[in-house]
């Protein structure tokens, strides 16, 4: 695994250097070099993760431990300014077999190499674009909703107002193919609408409502990826439809020059009868994405059963609804391209009372 991972970053710091190098062009003196503006860019990541999860409430594996590595790496093309085509490939490495996952709750394969992304985005205004293909999901949700490490296949559109030197709205809207492992089929239907409020002031915030439907999830339950939503006994079908309003708050200031950040994040699934509601709340203080910046965060959520859907919410947490718990973490970063994160869930799902443990080790890179 760990030559697996090696290999990820010596192929990163390669594609790097090629696509973000610029020469000197000859003959031209260098203490008045002229710029060249390269089409092509790179970008990427990677990350280490080591994963201890313990007292899960099953007799099968209760308690396990492994390591994960995975880097993605890509490159943009910009024929014309307002056109961008990109691809990224994705390669992981796991102690964990493929045949695992679904047991552990993972989101992706654990050892795989596969297409991250391909997609073209075209600005059709100053403020507005429209994105095509496989890439991260263009909404502002949390990992309560959707795990940000999944790349969903679709056509989206986003479209900015400002209302003043501050203030902006924000739509969006688009419709995807789930694109999970395993021949999922599953379509989603996205709207959102933001207000941010004071952007860039010392002290502004944001309001967003979105709204998810989420359809043909007859091969996502038979593979076992709705996870802890209620199933009609004894068939692949789901009690209740999925049909999410979502409404996040977000607060933002500074606390001895540390930007201090409060989320409250609430989700009703209007296609559910019953166990239909859940909600979490997080603070973060500073900011590990810049040189020796320190970052310490917790959140405390509650998810009802079926108020969201599990198959796409964030696998950092064991329980992905019917369960409520708390995440603390402190992340470090060493410079803009490396930081580190250490993370511990305590989670309790409904009806029993034994909690599970689960400390996650974190070593990331962007560029």
Not at 1 to 30: E, N
Not at 230 to 257: C, E, I, M, W
Not at 330 to 339: D, E, I, L, Q
């Amino acid at each position: 695994m760990s030559k697996a991972f090696l290999a990820m970053i010596a192929l990163a710091l390669a594609a790097r250097a090629a696509f973000g190098a610029t020469d000197d062009l000859p003959g031209v003196a260098t203490d008045n070099p002229i710029v060249v503006i390269s089409r092509w860019n790179w970008f990427g990541d990677a990350m280490l993760r080591g994963n201890r999860t313990e007292d899960i409430p099953r007799p099968v594996e209760p308690s396990f431990s492994d390591a994960f590595a995975r880097g993605r790496f890509g490159v943009a093309y910009d024929p014309i300014p307002d056109l961008e085509f990109g691809a990224a490939i994705k390669l992981a490495a796991s102690t964990s077999s493929n045949s695992e996952d679904r047991l552990r709750n993972v989101n992706e394969r654990s050892n795989d190499v596969a297409l991250d992304q391909f997609y073209a985005r075209w600005l059709v205004a100053e403020n507005g674009s429209i994105l095509l293909g496989k890439a991260p999901f263009p909404l502002q949700l949390s990992q309560m909703l959707w795990d940000p490490d999944l790349r969903p296949v679709g056509a989206s559109a986003n479209v900015a107002f400002g209302l003043n030197e501050f203030d902006r709205f924000e739509f969006g809207a688009g419709y995807f193919a789930g694109d999970l492992p395993y021949g999922d089929d599953s379509r989603i239907g996205a709207l959102q609408a933001a207000y941010h409020w004071r952007e860039g002031a010392p002290v502004n915030g944001s309001a967003v409502l979105s709204y998810l439907d989420f359809s043909d999830l007859r091969q996502l339950v038979q593979q076992g990826l709705s996870r802890t939503n209620l199933r009609v006994a004894g068939t692949p079908n789901l009690v209740s439809d999925y049909h999410l309003l979502d409404l996040q708050f977000v607060g933002r200031t500074l606390v001895a020059d540390m930007p201090l950040e409060l989320r409250l994040d609430l989700v009703r699934n209007l296609g559910a009868d019953d166990q239909r509601d859940g909600a979490r709340g997080s603070i973060m203080l500073g900011d590990s994405r810049q040189r020796r910046g320190w970052e310490f965060g917790l959140a405390d959520q509650r998810i009802q059963r079926d108020a969201v859907m599990a198959a796409f919410n964030s696998d950092d947490w064991w329980f992905h609804s019917w369960a409520r718990g708390i995440m603390a973490w402190a992340a470090y970063g060493f410079s803009p391209t490396w930081s580190a994160r250490l993370a511990a869930f305590h989670e309790r799902r409904d009806g029993i009372s034994e909690y599970t443990d689960r400390v996650l080790l974190d070593l990331y890179a962007h560029w």
